[in-house]
């Protein structure tokens, strides 16, 4: 496997890890019992979402990269 297929295995691994750290975070902002733990898992799980964002456009332009 070449470099860029490895980066490319990297980066969809990395989406896949922040997809389930929304859901973990969520779940846990869910079993909160107090509203400043509930936004802080909140808010982590929002944090996960841009990182899964931002990780998608990598992905996208090193794909198109030959």
Known sequence: MGAKEELIKTIETAIKDERQA????KKA??????PETRAFF?????DEEGHEKVLKRRLAALK???
């Open 42 to 46: 909140e808010q982590l799980a929002k």
């Open 64 to 66: 198109l990269m030959k």
């Open 29 to 34: 902002a869910e079993m909160a019992e107090d």
């Open 22 to 25: 929304q859901i973990d975070y």
